[in-house]
């Protein structure tokens, strides 16, 4: 399917009088040899200055306690020990929250869950900081420990309000509607598991300023934050980050205690310190992905048609806000996700618990809002008899019988829906009808092993929820040899970012990859930038890259006209080449001679997402610039004795719109599915009954492995084009592709409900481990008997 696409004048945009392209195609990863060679530079590979001292937390042992006495003599005797820091000996503010202030870098009187940190020990090495960190005498007065997000609702602990989201008249459709379907559903967390851990490396400059290189999503933030805990102003804080081995949300706001633990100590010494964290401590101190507990109430009719919905969604915050209250906002967002609502009530509670404060995870609450209403699909699917997918096609957005329905329940109308061809076409290429037919002749025949198939769609709204991060900047300078170099607010964490900014600005300038470099994020030359998240570090930062481009490739139209005698927006850039009137020059040598005639050969660029409004009171507005849609189809085999499962096959859809780099998008794909079906398959987060995280290291919490992946495993990109003036009309590809295995968990389930010949609904959570399953279908056997 293919969109119609309008341009600039040529002077404004790249050239589209000639096949000659930088943008669509296939490029390497920027560092992708310098990741296989091991010469990528992290943060911990940055070489030490001389003088540099290592840091360490001192970490809670209770979930909730108040801290009667914190005896540290035996921290500071410790061997290699230099200093040993608290809260008293911060200057600012103690706090890092993002959005609420409820979270101190280092606890004072109260603690609120096991690993929340309590003090800094700075020593000669890493090891010695570590030992000494664990000599602390604490004395506790324990208090009562909430520990569960149902826990906390019955409590009404929450650490924001309660939110509601209302459409239509949803008791007038529960009063005449001719099915209804109560019932409850938990999905769990999820470890962000980035394989470059948390990590800061402060060094003190002159006049108290200081040069922190962390491994953070968000550079800007990282520098307001550490700015106010030393008193300082932000102009006195450089935050560099070059690359991230990994963060996938987990380095976006929470990146800030380990930045502001190592400026701390930085400061106060005046000497480098670096604070790195051991996966241990990584995972006992930091948030994860919300788990979600939901009960809802469904309306429906003959052909499965949702009349009307309730739903109450439970989030576990962990003990303070951090991002929760744009999680659970775009987790209300997301229930709809490719289906129209007519009459809903959903409200959202961001329950308190005493455990880690749970943060930005890749889909950032999407993911918990739309896998309740696929389950819902799935439950009504099994009370009527009829395929899932047929059920789900009764639900589509899309105009039905002279009713409009494409607009969303927060009252965004949905004006690129491209999910019934979608669907269409992966129905057709995956033999769907098919394979559901074979797979029932195979569990006729087979008692023990059960086969199933499930077949999910996604729409994912893209923008941040909140207006005013829809902004980005860049910097691009042409060198007098024709080479550029630029400088963007994104931060390049594995996903190929640079790497497509890199080919905007080639195409811009019509040049090749090879002549464009990005460099390292930098608050001192993009500022006031947002978070690279929400799947928009490409849509904003490639934008205003381009826009940045642009304005050189303007001026040098103009030297290039006088050349050629022509008007500006004749002249052609591509492929090296500048050229109009039957004549022609290299790039270099057009740059040098603007150079010579005192032309400005840098510029600064800036974009704003348009259109973009939201009324947080009302849960209503224009929040998303533009939807990506993608399917799957997956196939499961499950052993009913062991609860062991397999994913045989795969196949996968996916609307990345004109995409500017296939290969970097594909991957993406294939690598938001295998961890999305981690999510809901092995990565399962425990903690035991004193509020201690038991699965806190790779030995306990299982990340997918490559046996794991499907043997057959097909991706493909769907032909569109996007309706809106995206950056090459290309859409993200971030985040929407973690919803695609919603068809493994949901074909889990098909393989279960096979056991009672598809007439019980499974009892299936989430993550759907070998135990999980075995209970499910113990308790599809029990409901036989």
């Known amino acids: 399917m293919s969109l119609p696409t309008t341009s600039l004048p040529n002077a ?62 035996k921290v500071r005797a410790a061997p290699g020990v230099i200093a040993v820091l608290s809260a008293a000996d911060i200057p600012g503010v103690n706090d890092c929250g993002p959005i609420v202030h409820d979270d ?87 470890e962000q598991f980035y394989l470059e851990g948390q990590i800061s490396y402060a060094i003190p400059k002159e006049g108290g300023a200081l040069h922190v290189h962390c491994s953070t999503q968000h550079p800007s933030e990282m520098q307001h934050l550490v700015a106010h805990m030393l008193g300082l102003s932000s102009h006195h804080v450089l935050v560099e980050c070059r690359r991230m081995g990994g963060g996938f949300g987990g380095k976006e706001s929470q990146s800030a205690l380990w930045a502001c633990c190592a400026a701390l100590a930085a400061a106060r010494l005046r000497r480098p310190v670096k604070l790195r964290a051991d996966r241990d401590d990584d995972m006992m101190v930091t948030g994860k992905r919300h788990c979600f507990a939901y ?28 991002l929760s209250a744009p999680v659970a906002t775009r987790a209300v967002c997301h229930f709809d996700n490719a289906y129209y609502l007519s009459d809903v009530d959903i409200r959202a509670v961001c329950g308190k618990t005493n455990t880690q404060s ?9 993911p918990q809002g739309a896998i309740a209403i696929e389950y819902i699909l799935d439950e009504i699917a099994r009370d009527l008899g009829r395929d899932a997918l047929a059920v789900r096609r009764a639900n589509f957005y899309g105009d039905s019988d002279g009713e409009d329905r494409n607009v969303t329940h927060y009252g965004q109308k949905v004006e690129d ?33 059960k086969k199933g198939l499930a077949l999910t769609p996604v729409k994912f709204g893209i923008s941040f929820n909140v207006p005013h991060l829809n902004q980005a900047g860049a910097l691009v300078h042409v060198y007098a040899d ?36 990005c460099t390292a994020t930098d608050t001192s030359k993009v ?38 005698d022509c008007a500006p927006a004749e002249v052609i850039f591509a492929d090296g080449i500048v050229s109009a009137a039957g004549a022609s020059m290299p790039f270099p040598e057009l740059v040098m001679q603007a150079y010579l005639a005192r032309t400005q050969l840098w510029s600064d660029g800036f974009y704003s997402t348009p259109r973009v409004h939201w009324d947080p009171k009302t849960m209503t507005g224009h929040p998303f ?161």
């Not at 928009?536 to 490639?542: E, I, K, M, Q």
Request: proline share 5%; glycine share 8%.
């Open 417 to 449: 829906n491209v999910i019934v061809a979608l669907v269409d076409e992966l129905e057709t290429s995956s033999n769907y009808q098919q394979r559901r037919e074979e797979i029932r002749q195979f569990n006729a025949g087979s008692p023990i092993l």
């Open 12 to 73: 404004l945009s790249p050239s589209s009088e000639t096949a000659w392209a930088e943008t669509g195609k296939a490029h390497p990863h920027e560092s992708a040899i310098l990741h296989v060679t091991g010469e990528a530079i992290y943060t911990d590979d940055i070489a030490e200055l001389h003088g540099t001292l290592h840091a360490a937390l001192g970490l809670s042992q209770k979930a909730h306690a108040r801290l009667r006495s914190v005896n540290l003599d």
């Open 104 to 190: 101190p870098i280092l606890a004072e009187e109260l603690v609120q869950y096991v690993g929340q940190p309590i003090f800094l020990v700075v020593a000669h090495s890493h090891d010695a900081a570590r030992r000494a960190a664990r000599l602390a005498v604490i004395d506790y007065e324990e208090l009562p420990a909430v520990l569960t997000p149902r826990a906390a609702h019955a409590a009404q602990s929450y650490v924001v309000p309660p939110m509601r989201l209302q459409r239509g008249d949803p008791d007038a459709a529960f009063a005449t509607a001719p099915h209804r379907r109560q019932g409850q559903f938990d999905v769990g967390g999820q």
């Open 295 to 322: 009960d809802y109430d469904v309306a429906y009719d003959e052909s499965g048609r949702i009349l009307a919905a309730r739903v109450q969604m439970i989030a576990r915050a962990g003990y303070s806000a951090d």
């Open 482 to 517: 024709g080479s550029v170099l630029v400088n963007h607010g994104g931060t390049e964490m594995g996903q190929g970012l640079n790497t497509k900014v890199a080919q905007v600005v080639a195409q811009a300038l019509g040049v090749a990859l090879e002549q464009v470099r």
């Open 358 to 366: 749970n943060t930005a995870f890749r889909g950032f609450g999407g």
């Open 625 to 785: 610039y533009y939807f990506a849609y993608g399917a799957a189809v997956a196939e499961v085999v499950i052993d009913t004795l062991t609860g062991e499962s397999k994913v045989l096959r795969a196949d996968v859809l996916y609307d990345a719109g004109e995409s500017i780099n296939p290969a970097i998008d594909i991957g993406q794909i294939e690598g938001g599915f295998i961890q999305g079906m981690g999510w809901l398959t092995t990565e399962e987060l425990w903690w035991n009954p004193e509020g201690k995280l038991m699965t806190h290291a790779p030995s306990t919490y299982k990340i997918p492995a490559i046996s794991d992946c499907p043997a057959d495993f097909r991706v493909a990109l769907f032909k569109n084009s996007n309706v809106q003036d995206s950056i090459h009309r290309s859409k993200a590809v971030g985040e929407p592709p973690l919803l695609l295995p919603f068809a493994v968990f949901l074909a889990l389930r098909d393989a279960i409900a096979a056991v009672g010949n598809n007439r019980i609904h499974p009892p299936l959570r989430a993550p759907a481990t070998c135990e999980a399953i075995l209970d499910a279908v113990d308790a599809v056997r029990a409901a036989l008997a």
């Open 527 to 564: 500022a006031n930038t947002s978070a690279t998240a929400a799947s928009t570090g490409t849509d904003l930062n490639g934008k205003a890259a381009q826009n940045a481009a642009l304005r050189i490739r303007e001026r040098l139209a103009e030297i290039a006209a006088k050349k050629f």
